[in-house]
């Protein structure tokens, strides 16, 4: 089917939001509410990628853009705007499209605003975070990880071994302590765009097609 376009109110605002069904080769498994991260948008490159990502793998995607963005701002929202963003998104979702299975997470801080809608208890069948930011770059003690334990849906998490936002041993430091199953991937050589250099043997591409791989084995098997 062609992208259908929303623009869905969020408090006085509005925000632009896309949705595609999976790929004409995939039998449809859910869809994906996905958030861009905090200097791209809903049509950055990344997000595209990703979401042609996800719907080879079997999902319909929802992209769209936070407040900030809708206003050409580059500053971003502060955290309770991100997360009702999003949940104003999903609601829409869940009103038009009626999916049997909703995911909800996203990219670096948009997937961030997805996890502490669901450290909070927010109904989903799992979240899916890439690049999840579990630092600032150089600040590896300004850790974003209190919440991770009060998650209690299925997490499948993506982060490069070269991500700067994301030290790979404070991250399974902070894993010890979540109850929830998250299933953690490295993407060997990856950084925070999921780009890796010539000299790792792999291309970008490869890369994607592992998350894609993973992504649809995980949905399968949830």
């Known amino acids: 089917m062609s992208a ?10 509005h925000v632009s939001a ?12 859910g869809v994906f509410v ?10 950055d490159r ?85 690049a999840y930011p579990l630092h600032p770059a150089g600040q590896p003690e300004k850790l974003r990880d209190a919440h991770l334990p009060r998650i209690t849906m299925p997490v499948l998490c993506f982060n490069g071994t070269r991500d700067p936002l994301c030290t790979r041993e404070l991250m399974e430091r902070a894993l010890k302590t979540v109850k929830t199953f998250w299933e953690m991937r490295w993407e060997e050589g990856a950084d925070h ?8 043997g792999r291309t970008d591409a490869e890369v994607m097609d592992s998350i894609g791989e993973a992504t649809r084995r995980w949905v399968i098997a949830r």
């Open 34 to 43: 996905c958030a861009h991260g905090a200097g791209g948008s809903m049509s």
């Open 18 to 29: 896309v949705y595609e069904s999976a790929g004409a080769d995939s039998q449809q498994l």
């Open 4 to 13: 259908v376009e929303w623009s869905i109110p969020v408090g006085d605002a």
């Open 46 to 130: 990344g997000m595209l990628t990703t979401a042609n990502t996800m719907r080879k793998a079997g999902l319909g995607v929802v992209r769209f853009n936070f407040v900030y963005k809708e206003k050409k701002s580059g500053r971003p929202d502060a955290m309770p705007l991100l997360m009702s963003t999003t949940d104003a998104v999903v609601t829409h979702v869940r009103a038009a499209l009626a999916p049997k299975r909703l995911f909800i997470g996203g990219r670096s801080m948009g997937g961030r605003a997805a996890s502490m809608l669901a450290a909070d208890g927010y109904e989903a069948d799992g979240l899916i975070l890439l």
């Open 193 to 200: 765009s999921f780009h890796v250099l010539k000299s790792s």
